[in-house]
């Protein structure tokens, strides 16, 4: 897909699940056109770091190992700190390569699902991730009242030729649930409003059922943070929650990740749901996201759509909303201006 903006745009997005990220372990990632590590320490945090040892280009992980907060190389013992710096070399203990360092990434965990914050020349985060449990008020359950989410409840999609922006625009469009989704009943949007670095809507499915053409059986509340991912509560027939994310690997390609929390019945003890609740989960929910990728691998960008009354104003409102994220050109690649975080002053002298 050929979008007039980069892919790697500045925001939050899903890398994993945290039960992917063991204690002790290393794990490799491939996100924003650069090889990465990803490593939960003896503390059981997460971090992630720029993959190859700026020693000699071992890919840390690789047969990296993790001794306290660090990761060591496999090639030759280098050990590296979660905020990137050189910390031991075998051959001389005392002594650190000062001016080296690799790139960290900000972690966010929430409810097991992992996030990294990127942004292309390595600044801080500017804003923290929504709590999908306390954004949104008229969905009172607390976490312990769903089913566990991975890996029952979790698909991903890599390498996927989808944009993130595409996967946003849904938000607006509710006639290709018809079409797509085959719903029986068109949503409509019933409030749509901006908040910095949120979009923020809420759709309502008519009641049938119901003489009042403004009742609604089915209120879906739905938060987008910046472009990497949206978080839903559905109010009504329906009381589920979901993330729908998508996280680019290399410019033209994205991971997608998608997350439900299925509530249980009333004296559930257990977070594992049963095979008949993974069933129907699956068939009903879990599917939609083939649906959308039905279109998506072959849908073209058009700039300038032809929209109906109905869509116009939030589907072209939500276009202006995104271009905060993009902080780059369309053709910029990673190291075209290197970030600071990952820059070496002169030849890397041990002190």
């Known amino acids: 897909m050929e979008v007039p903006f980069t892919w790697f745009a500045t ?3 899903v890398i994993g699940w945290s039960e992917e990220f063991e204690q002790g372990q ?11 590590v990803g490593y939960r320490d003896d503390n059981g945090e997460i971090h992630v770091l720029t993959g190859n040892c700026k020693h000699l280009g071992a890919h840390l992980g690789y047969g990296g190992k993790v001794v306290g907060d660090c990761i060591q190389c ?3 013992g280098w050990r590296w700190g979660p905020d990137g710096r050189h910390a031991y070399m075998p051959s001389e203990p005392g002594r650190t390569m000062k001016t080296m360092r690799l790139r ?8 097991g699902v992992v996030f990294m914050w990127y942004h292309p020349h390595g600044e801080a985060p500017r804003w923290s991730p929504p709590d999908i449990f306390s954004k949104f008020p008229e969905v009172t359950d607390t976490p312990d009242k ?3 989410s991975y890996p029952e409840f979790s698909v991903k999609c890599e390498n996927e030729n989808v944009h993130p922006q595409i996967v946003a625009e849904n938000a ?10 085959h719903a029986t009943v068109t949503p409509v949007c019933l409030k749509w409003e901006i908040q910095d670095n949120e979009w923020q809507f809420l759709t309502g499915w008519p009641d049938v059922s119901s003489e009042d053409p403004n009742a609604m059986s089915l209120r879906v509340h739905s938060h987008i943070a910046g472009l990497g991912y949206a978080i839903t509560a559905f109010e009504g027939v329906q009381q589920h929650r979901l993330i729908f994310a998508c996280t680019p690997t290399d410019q033209g390609k994205s991971d997608l990740f998608y997350t439900i929390w299925w509530p249980k019945p009333e ?3 257990s977070d594992v749901p049963p095979p008949e609740v993974q069933k129907l989960v699956e068939k009903r929910f879990l599917q939609t996201v083939w649906d959308d990728l039905s279109i998506w691998r072959y849908q073209k960008y058009v700039e300038r759509p032809p929209l109906d009354r109905i869509d116009a104003k939030p589907y072209m409102a939500m276009r202006r909303w995104a271009l905060q994220f993009y902080d780059v050109d369309a053709d910029w690649r990673p190291g075209d201006p ?3 975080a990952e820059e070496t002053v002169g030849a890397g002298a041990a002190t």
Not at 104 to 111: A, D, G, N, T, V
Not at 172 to 181: G, K, L, M
Request: hydrophobic share 20%; glycine share 6%.
């Open 11 to 13: 925001g939050w997005y």
């Open 172 to 181: 607006p469009d509710s006639a290709h649930f018809r079409y797509v989704h």
């Open 338 to 340: 290197p970030s600071k």
């Open 267 to 269: 004296g559930e003890t």
């Open 104 to 111: 960290s990434y900000p972690i966010h965990e929430q409810y």
């Open 26 to 36: 290393t794990r490799p990632l491939h996100y924003f056109g650069e090889d990465l």
């Open 146 to 148: 769903y089913y566990r």
């Open 74 to 76: 496999p090639f030759h």
